[in-house]
């Protein structure tokens, strides 16, 4: 812009001089022949008065030659014939006729005439005064013309307009370095300002620019200097808001996602990605949600918006297959105007899980409390109603009576050490400093009866003594339940390992049987309540069906990992690490 300025005005002002250079030698030029011409007739005034009577009655030229050599004119005396009488020029020979001269056709017509034109005499262009002299009668008697080169006046001029270039120039050289000064020094604040804006405009807020000014460009500075400040506090809070939605939206566990009118997606948080399947490298803000992921649940979502935009919605859809979501949408208004719709994804598949699970457990708990109840109910009025008084039936239906409610008695404090389990804040649990090698091996003391009735052996592959801080009651009962399905769920004569190990402040216990193994298919499912893999053949074995998810609570509680490896013939075997000390 400084650039720009600067050639205009400079070429503004060379234009400007320039004319007025050119005006001034054009008005001078003419006020120069208009001097000379007045001079020329005043001297012919003088000749006529004074030089020419005394010239006409004697004949003498001397006066005349005396005032032509001392003014530098050429004088021409005719006769009103057209003949010259008298010459100032000396060496021009015999002149012609000069009659029909227009200065002297002029004259003759009693008129002073000024001409200007080329002189085949002289061979130079003239400027001529024609003057006529009257008699007493106001005749025309002779024609005095006095004459001048033109060049002659070129030489004064050609002086004039250098003088004029010379002035010309040195103005504009002197202006434009003026101008060039006022103009840095003016449009120095504007530059300063330029700059203060454009790092404002590429954020780099909070900054002040000290310029102490009265007038507009003090105003402007002023001006940019609040709106520094005021962006610089807008953004600061924005930002901050910005990071408090973003923290917020995050951690989320319930997908989020904001789309326009169009269905083009505004923002959309991680868990959003997960729900969606979209990789989190994948850019799609901007992108329409249909073109991100059709599937039917979305399609399903889109023909709510259509149906209903302003209608606040909330809905169940299965995604995946195996996912299940609670969908809530509400619109975004601005301007009592709907610009865009929040849609929310609640995964409610673990709760719709656990409601089955609990529909299951209470299912299972109530099969499973009925069948002895029924046994022992059904026994005792088989002995009311028939009177049975034989000593070995009474004896045989006493033992089913007691097998069955010893069964229940089981069952019932299964259930109590489950709900323990799953309630850790329900009752005081002790941590004490075990040494879980001796604790095996009272275990095994424990266990013996049922290994020897199966020709088994119990085997412990411990190092070294092993410390773990734990609650005794929960790590006997854990280690009990592995280690007496191990035993139930093998062959005779088989052996039953337990491998103690420790590293990094991590205890790991293995507990292997080479038994009749787990399908694949069955892995997973084991640690659920009243899951059996052989329904029969657990209900033959005593089991209740709750020992491993018994096992499975007292590894979580402790902040421990359970993993299982088994092969359908030839074993399982359970692998459990737990850290070595408590918090």
């Known amino acids: ?96 006729n000069h009659k029909n001269r227009p200065e002297i056709h002029g004259a003759m017509a009693g008129q002073q005439t000024t001409e200007v034109r080329f002189s085949n005499t002289i061979k130079d262009e003239m400027i001529y005064v024609a003057t006529p002299y009257f008699d007493e009668d106001k005749e025309v008697k002779a024609v005095l013309r006095i004459s001048m080169p033109v060049n002659a006046m070129d030489d004064a ?45 590429s954020g780099k807020y909070g900054q002040q620019l000290t ?114 979501l609670r969908v809530y949408i509400n619109h975004i208004e601005e301007n009592n105007s709907i610009n865009g719709h929040i849609i929310i994804f609640e995964d409610i598949t673990l709760l719709k899980n656990l409601e089955k699970m609990r529909r299951d457990f209470v299912a ?24 049975i008084t034989d000593p070995k039936t009474l004896e045989r239906f006493y033992s089913i009576i007691y097998e069955e409610s010893d069964r229940l008695s089981r069952l019932v404090s299964d259930i109590l050490v489950l709900s323990q389990l799953e309630n850790k804040g329900g009752f005081e649990r002790r941590f004490e400093l075990l040494h879980i090698d001796m604790e095996i091996k009272q275990i095994f003391d424990i266990l013996k009866l049922s290994a020897e009735a199966k020709s088994m052996a119990l085997e412990l592959n411990s190092q070294e003594s092993i410390e773990l801080e734990f609650v005794a009651d929960e790590f006997r009962q854990m280690m009990i339940n592995l280690i007496d399905n191990a035993i139930k769920y093998s062959e005779p004569a088989n052996r039953v390992e337990v491998t103690l190990s420790e590293q990094d402040e991590v205890v790991t216990i293995q507990v292997r049987d080479h038994g009749y193994g787990i399908p694949e298919k069955d892995v997973d499912r084991i640690f659920e309540r009243f899951y059996r893999v052989d329904k029969s053949r657990s209900k033959e074995k005593g089991g209740t069906g709750l020992g491993l998810a018994i096992v499975k609570h007292i590894v979580h509680n402790n902040r421990g990992t359970i993993a299982v490896s088994s092969q359908v013939g030839e074993g399982t075997e359970f692998k459990i690490s737990l850290p070595k000390f408590k918090d």
């Not at 530098?72 to 020029?89: F, K, L, W």
């Not at 370095?177 to 404002?200: D, G, T």
């Open 1 to 96: 812009m400084k650039k720009r300025l600067s050639i205009s005005l400079t070429v503004i002002i060379i234009v400007s001089i320039t004319i007025c250079g050119l005006f001034t030698t054009i008005s001078y030029r003419q006020s120069y022949y208009a001097d000379t011409e007045n001079n020329i007739k005043k001297s012919s005034n003088y000749i006529m008065n004074y030089l020419l009577p005394d010239f006409l009655e004697t004949g003498n030229k001397k006066n005349l030659d005396n005032f032509a050599q001392s003014t530098n004119v050429r004088m021409t005396i005719i006769d009103t014939q057209g003949d010259v009488i008298y010459e100032s020029v000396q060496g021009l020979g015999a002149l012609e």
């Open 157 to 201: 001029m050609f002086e004039m307009i250098n003088n004029i270039i010379f002035v010309i120039l040195t103005t504009i050289m002197a202006t434009t370095l003026l101008i060039n000064y006022f103009i840095n020094r003016e449009m120095k604040p504007l530059e300063e300002a330029s700059v203060f804006a454009r790092e404002i405009a």
């Open 211 to 324: 310029m102490i000014r009265e007038d507009q460009i003090g105003e402007l500075v002023e001006s940019l200097n609040q709106m520094s400040i005021q962006l610089d506090n807008s953004f600061t809070e924005m930002n901050q808001k910005n990071a408090e939605l973003t923290a917020i939206l995050s951690n989320m566990n319930h997908g989020v996602i904001a789309i326009d009118k169009k269905n083009h997606i505004v923002h959309l948080n991680e868990a959003a990605r997960k729900v969606l399947r979209i990789p989190r490298n994948e850019h799609v803000i901007g992108h329409n949600i249909l073109e991100v992921y059709r599937e039917s649940f979305i399609l399903e979502l889109m023909n709510y918006l259509e149906n209903d935009p302003s209608e606040k919605l909330s809905f169940e859809s299965r995604i995946h297959s195996n996912q299940i």
């Open 364 to 387: 299972n708990v109530s099969h499973e409390l009925k069948t002895p109840i029924t046994t022992i109910k059904g026994f005792i009025e088989t002995i009311q109603v028939n009177h």
